[in-house]
Structure formats: structure tokens, C-alpha cells
T-cell receptor, first 114, second 112 residues
Framework: DAGVIQSPRHEVTEMGQEVTLRCKPI?????LFWYRQTMMRGLELLIY????????DSGMPEDRFSAKMPNASFSTLKIQPSEPRDSAVYFC????????????FGPGTRLTVL | TQLLEQSPQFLSIQEGENLTVYCNSS?????LQWYRQEPGEGPVLLVT?????EVKKLKRLTFQFGDARKDSSLHITAAQPGDTGLYLC????????????FGKGTSLLVTP
């Protein structure tokens, strides 16, 4: 398996623009997680899905952020409108089962909002 | 949100030295995981501990979960340059759902 795939790897955009990050989890994994990593706040969970259904989105910073999982092999994280404080590395991870099971992380998308 | 404090924040040592990094919280966790992250990549799971007092060894790495399940340590013996990276601990409370709370990490640099 190719592992978790994220695209794009790097995104540079201007404030106010819409940004869409994409993730393809490992086939057969029931759980998908979106994280954001910054120097100041470390790695934060934004939202996670179980069998394509959002379970906990309490980590989503505000209404500008939205995430979808239309099927078992694809998820998106959208920011509209983007702001400079959204600049971070965004990771997608998937696992067979939660908590004690291994979460496999993608390589991340480095987002820079000017 | 259960906070995990990691120390030290940065550590620079020479090849062959031993080191210990710590992960502490005031909260009790059902399980605790350690990850290593290299620049430009996502974190990779090293170990999961679930029992208070548990000790796990992975080659030169020794992981310990505190008796009260509030803290953990990672000890590396005879560090090598390949050990360089960001070490993250992550705790979960089964009673609070399936979210992992991550510490900010210890950045380790091992020089030849």
C-alpha cells in the first residue's frame, strides 16, 4: 500500500482565498483524522471520521474550516476564507481502529497564507 | 483537553550518549503513544503503552508508563545520528472519545 496520500504538498495562497486540502487514507481503514501542526501549538486534532461520518469536530477552529468525507477513499479539508494565522502543516492520518491502534500519517500539506 | 507537557523542548547531544525525555500530565490516560517525526514527514508510531508501570523496549529505546498513568519517559541508549527527530507523546482517555492529545514534542539532534 502507498500509505496515506495528501495533496498538494505545498500551498501558497493569499488571504481571503479558498484552500482545499485532499487526503486519501489507507484502504480498509475505518478512521480518518485531520491534524494541524504549528510551532506554537504543536499537533492539534481538528476533526475525525469513522466510516465516513464526522464524529468529533470540536477541534475545528471556526466556521471558516469545513471537512468532508464523501467516500471511504477520499476526504477534503477546506478553509474559506483563508487567513495568515491558518499557515501551518496540515496532516491527515488513518487507522483501522481508534486510540491504541496505529495512526498512519500522511506527509502533510504545508500551507502558507500571505 | 488534557495537556501533555514534554521536556526538554530541545536536546543536542553527541553520538554515543544516553538521554531521557519526559512526558507529563495532571490527567490520567488510558493509553499513551510515542511517535517520531522527521523533517518534512508525518509522525511515525514507535510504541503504545496501556498499563501503569509498563516498560517496553525497542532496540536502544526504552519506554515507561508511570504507575499512575499520568506520565511517561523515553530513554535512548547510545544515541545515533539516525535518532535525530521530533519525539511526540500522545495520550488518550477512552472515556473521552477517540481523540489523541499530543504534546509539543522534544526536538533531538544527535551529532556524529
Amino acid at each position: 500500500d502507498a500509505g496515506v496520500i495528501q495533496s498538494p504538498r505545498h500551498e501558497v495562497t493569499e488571504m481571503g482565498q479558498e484552500v482545499t486540502l485532499r487526503c486519501k487514507p489507507i484502504s480498509g481503514h475505518d478512521y480518518l483524522f485531520w491534524y494541524r501542526q504549528t510551532m506554537m501549538r504543536g499537533l492539534e486534532l481538528l476533526i475525525y471520521f469513522n466510516n465516513n461520518v464526522p464524529i468529533d469536530d470540536s477541534g475545528m477552529p471556526e466556521d471558516r474550516f469545513s471537512a468532508k468525507m464523501p467516500n471511504a477513499s477520499f476526504s477534503t479539508l477546506k478553509i474559506q476564507p483563508s487567513e495568515p494565522r491558518d499557515s501551518a502543516v496540515y496532516f491527515c492520518a488513518s487507522s483501522l481502529r481508534p486510540i491504541t491502534d496505529t495512526q498512519y500519517f500522511g506527509p502533510g500539506t504545508r500551507l502558507t497564507v500571505l | 483537553t488534557q495537556l501533555l507537557e514534554q521536556s526538554p523542548q530541545f536536546l543536542s547531544i553527541q553520538e554515543g550518549e544516553n538521554l531521557t525525555v519526559y512526558c507529563n500530565s495532571s490527567s490520567v490516560f488510558s493509553s499513551l503513544q510515542w511517535y517520531r517525526q522527521e523533517p518534512g514527514e508525518g509522525p511515525v508510531l514507535l510504541v503504545t503503552v496501556v498499563t501503569g508501570g509498563e516498560v517496553k523496549k525497542l532496540k536502544r529505546l526504552t519506554f515507561q508508563f508511570g504507575d499512575a498513568r499520568k506520565d511517561s519517559s523515553l530513554h535512548i541508549t547510545a544515541a545515533q545520528p539516525g535518532d535525530t527527530g521530533l519525539y511526540l507523546c500522545a495520550g488518550a482517555d477512552f472515556n473521552s472519545g477517540y481523540a489523541l492529545n499530543f504534546g509539543k514534542g522534544t526536538s533531538l539532534l544527535v551529532t556524529p
